[in-house]
Every structure is written in structure tokens, then in C-alpha cells.
T-cell receptor, first 112, second 113 residues
Framework: GESVGLHLPTLSVQEGDNSIINCAYS??????FIWYKQESGKGPQFIID?????DKRQGQRVTVLLNKTVKHLSLQIAATQPGDSAVYFC???????????FGKGNQVVVIP | DAGVTQSPTHLIKTRGQQVTLRCSPK?????VSWYQQALGQGPQFIFQ???????QRGNFPDRFSGHQFPNYSSELNVNALLLGDSALYLC????????????FGPGTRLTVL
């Protein structure tokens, strides 16, 4: 499939290590945030979400941290696996708007 | 598998032509949103349909139009195609609740020559 990661910031990580992907969002009125994973040739796949009344949320091997003061979001992936190689997007959703505004994306390359 | 289907998978058109893309949402979802993703970029919101009406729209020209059918499936139409319309077109389905997860289909890759 075609690459979705051309000219994107790239994080190379050794298999088994932890990965941290950062995202700055733009709208202080945004109150719902989502991380998506997009593999080559596929549509974005939901990973985890967080509401603005939370600072941290954990899923299976993933943790999202939200810092509203500096409008910053991060995704931590524990024990990164080859299947985690993809482009990761953060998206923000403004209350009542139900439309997603995506960030630029970060490519993660897992080295076996 | 998110349960959202799109057709066709790939499409090649020439400048000035018109194109129709199709989307079937996940079972239980009544809201369909369309996004355009240029190569190397994040998806950009085009518009959203609910109850067969366009509920909100992003910053796209009127050449982009859509439709939603009673079974919640949706079409995206683009008239007078430009080279810059070449992109991956993604459909996302959800309920109207803004905190409900939007599930994306695999997309339609449109190439305009």
C-alpha cells in the first residue's frame, strides 16, 4: 500500500522499548482528544481517547497524558512491538462539534 | 476491522471529471463524516451527515457535495476535479454523541491526472 508517512517526524525505537509520541493541539476549547494509528494503505484506527477533565488514561500497553496548561498531548506505548510501526495522529474534538481536527502525524518505526 | 466499508478502493480520473465515492457505516451508527487526506498529511474534515442532512462542513468548496440515504450510507461527490483533489478520501461513522468514537473505513484513493 502507499505510504502515509512521507516527510513526517519519525521515531525509531528498538523492539521492546517504550515509545513516546507528542502532540500539540491548537484550540483551548477542545475537550475531547483521540489518538489514531494509521498503517500503510489503511484508514486510521482508534487507539485511545481522553476527555479534558482527565490528565491520564491507560489502555492496553498505551497511556495518554493530557496537559491542558500547555495544550499538549502524549501517547506512550509500552514494550513496543513490530506491529506498532505506523503513523500516529492525535485529533481534537471541540464540544458539541463532533468533527475531528487532526495533527500532522508522527511515524513510528520499530527496529527488530 | 472497524465495520465501515468504502468503495471503490482506487479511482483514476482526469481533470474536469466528476466522481462519486460511497460509504456504508458501522452497524448501529447514524452519522457519517468525510475526510480528505493528502499524502503525508493528517485527514481534513470535509462535512458530516446526520438524518440525511449535511450537519456541518469544513473549509471545502461547493464542488464537494454529499448525500446520506435512509439506511445511513453516504456518498461524496466531487465535481470539476482538479489535480489537487488527488488524495485518500476517508469515511468515518459514529453516533451523534461527540465523544463517541469515530470509526474510519479503509478509504478511497483518488488520483486526478
Amino acid at each position: 500500500g502507499e505510504s502515509v508517512g512521507l516527510h513526517l517526524p519519525t521515531l525509531s525505537v528498538q523492539e521492546g522499548d517504550n515509545s513516546i509520541i507528542n502532540c500539540a493541539y491548537s484550540n483551548s476549547a477542545s475537550d475531547y482528544f483521540i489518538w489514531y494509528k494509521q498503517e500503510s494503505g489503511k484508514g486510521p484506527q482508534f487507539i485511545i481517547d481522553i476527555r479534558s477533565n482527565m490528565d491520564k488514561r491507560q489502555g492496553q500497553r498505551v497511556t495518554v497524558l493530557l496537559n491542558k496548561t500547555v495544550k499538549h498531548l502524549s501517547l506512550q506505548i509500552a514494550a513496543t512491538q513490530p506491529g506498532d510501526s505506523a503513523v500516529y495522529f492525535c485529533a481534537e474534538n471541540i464540544y458539541g462539534n463532533n468533527r475531528l481536527a487532526f495533527g500532522k502525524g508522527n511515524q513510528v518505526v520499530v527496529i527488530p | 476491522d472497524a465495520g465501515v466499508t468504502q468503495s471503490p478502493t482506487h479511482l483514476i480520473k482526469t481533470r474536469g471529471q466528476q466522481v462519486t465515492l460511497r460509504c456504508s457505516p458501522k452497524s448501529g451508527h447514524d452519522t457519517v463524516s468525510w475526510y480528505q487526506q493528502a499524502l503525508g498529511q493528517g485527514p481534513q474534515f470535509i462535512f458530516q451527515y446526520y438524518e440525511e442532512e449535511e450537519r456541518q462542513r469544513g473549509n471545502f468548496p461547493d464542488r464537494f457535495s454529499g448525500h446520506q440515504f435512509p439506511n445511513y450510507s453516504s456518498e461524496l461527490n466531487v465535481n470539476a476535479l482538479l489535480l489537487g483533489d488527488s488524495a485518500l478520501y476517508l469515511c468515518a461513522s459514529s453516533t451523534l454523541d461527540y465523544t463517541d468514537t469515530q470509526y474510519f473505513g479503509p478509504g478511497t484513493r483518488l488520483t486526478v491526472l
